[in-house]
Protein backbone atom coordinates (compact mmCIF):
# COMPACT_ATOMS: atom_id res chain seq x y z
CA UNK A 1 0.00 0.00 0.00
CA UNK A 2 1.01 4.03 -0.62
CA UNK A 3 -0.13 7.41 1.27
CA UNK A 4 -1.84 8.83 -1.47
CA UNK A 5 -3.48 11.85 1.03
CA UNK A 6 -3.91 12.85 4.28
CA UNK A 7 -7.69 11.86 5.98
CA UNK A 8 -8.82 15.23 6.08
CA UNK A 9 -8.85 15.60 2.49
CA UNK A 10 -10.91 12.43 2.29
CA UNK A 11 -13.13 12.79 5.26
CA UNK A 12 -13.05 16.49 5.71
CA UNK A 13 -12.96 18.02 2.59
CA UNK A 14 -13.93 14.46 0.23
CA UNK A 15 -14.47 14.29 -3.35
CA UNK A 16 -17.56 13.79 -5.11
CA UNK A 17 -18.60 10.48 -6.25
CA UNK A 18 -16.14 8.88 -4.04
CA UNK A 19 -16.90 5.49 -2.18
CA UNK A 20 -14.30 4.73 0.73
CA UNK A 21 -14.16 2.83 3.84
CA UNK A 22 -12.92 3.84 6.86
CA UNK A 23 -11.91 1.04 9.26
CA UNK A 24 -11.51 1.51 13.14
CA UNK A 25 -9.46 0.20 15.66
CA UNK A 26 -12.10 0.74 18.10
CA UNK A 27 -15.37 2.81 18.85
CA UNK A 28 -13.83 5.91 19.96
CA UNK A 29 -12.03 6.15 17.06
CA UNK A 30 -15.24 5.29 14.54
CA UNK A 31 -16.90 8.13 16.75
CA UNK A 32 -14.16 10.84 16.15
CA UNK A 33 -13.73 10.24 12.69
CA UNK A 34 -17.79 9.97 11.71
CA UNK A 35 -18.36 13.33 13.42
CA UNK A 36 -15.34 15.22 12.10
CA UNK A 37 -16.81 13.62 8.54
CA UNK A 38 -20.13 14.97 9.29
CA UNK A 39 -19.80 17.90 10.71
CA UNK A 40 -17.38 18.77 7.65
CA UNK A 41 -20.02 18.20 5.30
CA UNK A 42 -22.35 21.07 7.80
CA UNK A 43 -19.77 23.56 7.56
CA UNK A 44 -19.48 23.61 4.11
CA UNK A 45 -23.16 23.31 3.39
CA UNK A 46 -24.07 20.01 2.39
CA UNK A 47 -26.13 17.25 3.69
CA UNK A 48 -25.54 15.00 6.10
CA UNK A 49 -26.63 11.64 6.16
CA UNK A 50 -25.74 9.20 8.11
CA UNK A 51 -27.30 5.27 8.61
CA UNK A 52 -26.80 4.20 12.36
CA UNK A 53 -28.15 2.30 15.25
CA UNK A 54 -26.72 5.42 17.55
CA UNK A 55 -29.55 7.62 19.54
CA UNK A 56 -30.68 10.91 16.63
CA UNK A 57 -30.16 13.21 18.92
CA UNK A 58 -26.83 11.79 20.67
CA UNK A 59 -25.19 11.81 16.97
CA UNK A 60 -25.96 15.37 16.29
CA UNK A 61 -24.72 16.52 19.66
CA UNK A 62 -21.64 14.99 19.37
CA UNK A 63 -21.68 16.43 15.48
CA UNK A 64 -22.60 19.88 16.51
CA UNK A 65 -19.70 20.03 18.89
CA UNK A 66 -16.83 18.96 16.33
CA UNK A 67 -17.82 21.41 14.51
CA UNK A 68 -18.27 24.48 16.89
CA UNK A 69 -19.73 27.87 16.58
CA UNK A 70 -20.37 27.18 12.72
CA UNK A 71 -23.66 25.07 13.14
CA UNK A 72 -25.01 26.84 16.18
CA UNK A 73 -28.09 27.74 13.92
CA UNK A 74 -27.48 25.38 10.52
CA UNK A 75 -29.17 22.16 9.58
CA UNK A 76 -28.72 18.84 11.26
CA UNK A 77 -27.37 15.20 10.24
CA UNK A 78 -29.97 13.27 8.67
CA UNK A 79 -30.27 10.06 10.66
CA UNK A 80 -31.42 6.78 9.24
CA UNK A 81 -32.25 3.99 11.77
CA UNK A 82 -30.26 0.67 11.43
CA UNK A 83 -33.28 -1.20 12.02
CA UNK A 84 -34.98 0.69 9.09
CA UNK A 85 -32.29 0.27 6.56
CA UNK A 86 -29.18 -2.05 6.76
CA UNK A 87 -31.17 -4.48 8.69
CA UNK A 88 -34.26 -4.09 7.54
CA UNK A 89 -37.01 -6.53 9.03
CA UNK A 90 -34.40 -8.18 10.50
CA UNK A 91 -31.68 -9.05 8.03
CA UNK A 92 -29.43 -7.95 5.96
CA UNK A 93 -30.69 -6.71 2.76
CA UNK A 94 -27.82 -5.54 0.24
CA UNK A 95 -30.48 -5.24 -2.78
CA UNK A 96 -32.87 -2.78 -0.35
CA UNK A 97 -29.39 -0.60 0.29
CA UNK A 98 -28.92 -0.40 -2.80
CA UNK A 99 -31.96 0.90 -4.34
CA UNK A 100 -32.26 3.20 -1.72
CA UNK A 101 -28.76 4.40 -2.71
CA UNK A 102 -29.52 4.69 -6.09
CA UNK A 103 -32.50 6.73 -5.58
CA UNK A 104 -30.24 9.30 -3.28
CA UNK A 105 -27.83 9.09 -6.18
CA UNK A 106 -29.94 9.73 -8.93
CA UNK A 107 -31.07 12.84 -6.85
CA UNK A 108 -27.97 14.91 -7.40
CA UNK A 109 -26.11 12.99 -10.95
CA UNK A 110 -22.49 13.79 -11.70
CA UNK A 111 -21.60 16.95 -13.09
CA UNK A 112 -25.08 18.91 -12.03
CA UNK A 113 -25.09 21.67 -9.43
CA UNK A 114 -28.31 19.68 -7.19
CA UNK A 115 -27.29 19.51 -3.46
CA UNK A 116 -24.72 17.06 -3.11
CA UNK A 117 -24.59 14.82 0.45
CA UNK A 118 -21.53 12.97 2.77
CA UNK A 119 -23.42 9.57 3.04
CA UNK A 120 -21.99 7.55 6.41
CA UNK A 121 -22.63 3.66 6.70
CA UNK A 122 -22.01 3.06 10.07
CA UNK A 123 -21.90 -1.01 9.85
CA UNK A 124 -21.08 -2.20 13.36
CA UNK A 125 -23.29 -5.13 13.27
CA UNK A 126 -21.62 -7.21 10.94
CA UNK A 127 -20.44 -9.72 13.87
CA UNK A 128 -23.97 -11.19 13.55
CA UNK A 129 -23.48 -12.07 10.10
CA UNK A 130 -22.83 -16.13 8.73
CA UNK A 131 -21.21 -16.87 5.25
CA UNK A 132 -23.63 -16.03 3.84
CA UNK A 133 -24.43 -12.67 5.05
CA UNK A 134 -20.75 -11.18 4.42
CA UNK A 135 -21.23 -12.68 0.52
CA UNK A 136 -23.82 -10.32 0.66
CA UNK A 137 -22.20 -7.43 1.85
CA UNK A 138 -19.27 -7.82 -0.37
CA UNK A 139 -21.73 -7.72 -3.25
CA UNK A 140 -23.71 -4.78 -1.38
CA UNK A 141 -20.43 -2.71 -1.09
CA UNK A 142 -19.30 -4.17 -5.04
CA UNK A 143 -22.49 -2.44 -6.30
CA UNK A 144 -21.28 0.84 -4.54
CA UNK A 145 -18.24 1.33 -6.82
CA UNK A 146 -21.12 1.30 -9.57
CA UNK A 147 -23.12 4.20 -7.84
CA UNK A 148 -21.03 6.28 -6.17
CA UNK A 149 -19.32 7.96 -9.62
CA UNK A 150 -22.73 8.12 -10.70
CA UNK A 151 -23.28 10.70 -8.12
CA UNK A 152 -22.25 14.60 -6.37
CA UNK A 153 -22.63 12.51 -3.43
CA UNK A 154 -20.08 10.58 -0.86
CA UNK A 155 -20.15 7.41 0.19
CA UNK A 156 -18.52 6.67 3.13
CA UNK A 157 -18.22 3.11 5.55
CA UNK A 158 -17.40 2.83 8.78
CA UNK A 159 -16.34 -0.72 10.07
CA UNK A 160 -15.07 -1.50 13.44
CA UNK A 161 -12.41 -3.40 12.80
CA UNK A 162 -12.51 -6.03 15.80
CA UNK A 163 -15.77 -7.13 14.82
CA UNK A 164 -14.55 -8.34 11.33
CA UNK A 165 -12.69 -11.60 11.14
CA UNK A 166 -10.01 -11.19 9.19
CA UNK A 167 -11.26 -12.29 5.96
CA UNK A 168 -14.01 -10.48 5.72
CA UNK A 169 -11.20 -7.45 6.58
CA UNK A 170 -9.51 -8.30 3.27
CA UNK A 171 -13.29 -8.27 1.84
CA UNK A 172 -13.69 -4.47 2.30
CA UNK A 173 -10.14 -4.07 1.27
CA UNK A 174 -11.46 -5.98 -2.39
CA UNK A 175 -14.44 -3.76 -2.59
CA UNK A 176 -13.09 0.22 -1.68
CA UNK A 177 -10.56 1.58 -3.78
CA UNK A 178 -9.76 3.61 -1.22
CA UNK A 179 -9.63 2.90 2.42
CA UNK A 180 -8.73 5.14 5.78
CA UNK A 181 -6.56 2.57 8.04
CA UNK A 182 -5.01 4.53 11.70
CA UNK A 183 -4.82 7.50 10.39
CA UNK A 184 -3.92 7.62 6.82
CA UNK A 185 -5.55 7.06 3.20
CA UNK A 186 -4.35 3.90 1.53
CA UNK A 187 -4.68 3.13 -2.25
CA UNK A 188 -6.09 -0.61 -1.65
CA UNK A 189 -3.57 -3.40 -3.51
CA UNK A 190 -6.77 -5.93 -3.54
CA UNK A 191 -9.20 -3.90 -4.73
CA UNK A 192 -9.80 -5.33 -8.64
CA UNK A 193 -12.24 -3.76 -10.41
CA UNK A 194 -13.31 -6.59 -12.67
CA UNK A 195 -13.35 -8.96 -9.34
CA UNK A 196 -16.42 -7.14 -7.89
CA UNK A 197 -19.64 -8.71 -8.11
CA UNK A 198 -22.37 -6.24 -8.20
CA UNK A 199 -25.69 -6.48 -7.44
CA UNK A 200 -28.60 -5.05 -10.09
CA UNK A 201 -29.12 -1.54 -10.07
CA UNK A 202 -32.65 -1.00 -10.30
CA UNK A 203 -34.32 0.69 -12.98
CA UNK A 204 -35.07 4.22 -13.04
CA UNK A 205 -37.84 5.36 -11.09
CA UNK A 206 -38.09 1.94 -8.58
CA UNK A 207 -39.20 2.95 -5.43
CA UNK A 208 -37.19 2.11 -2.28
CA UNK A 209 -36.90 3.88 1.11
CA UNK A 210 -35.77 4.06 4.43
CA UNK A 211 -36.61 5.93 7.30
CA UNK A 212 -35.44 8.00 10.07
Not at 1 to 18: C, D, F, Y
Not at 70 to 93: H, I
Not at 149 to 165: K, M, N, Q, S, V
Not at 184 to 190: C, D, R
Amino acid sequence: MTVSEQPPAILERPEEGVHVAVLCGDAAERQALLAGYLAGALRRGEGAVCVTAEEPEQLRERVRDCAGAALASGPDVEVVATAQSYLREGRFSGQFMVDWLAQLTAAAPAGSELPRQCVAGVLDWVDGLDAGGFDELFRYESTLNRLAPAGRHTLACFYDLALLPAAEVINVLRAHPRVVISGAVWESPFYVDKDLRPLPLPEPGHPAGASD
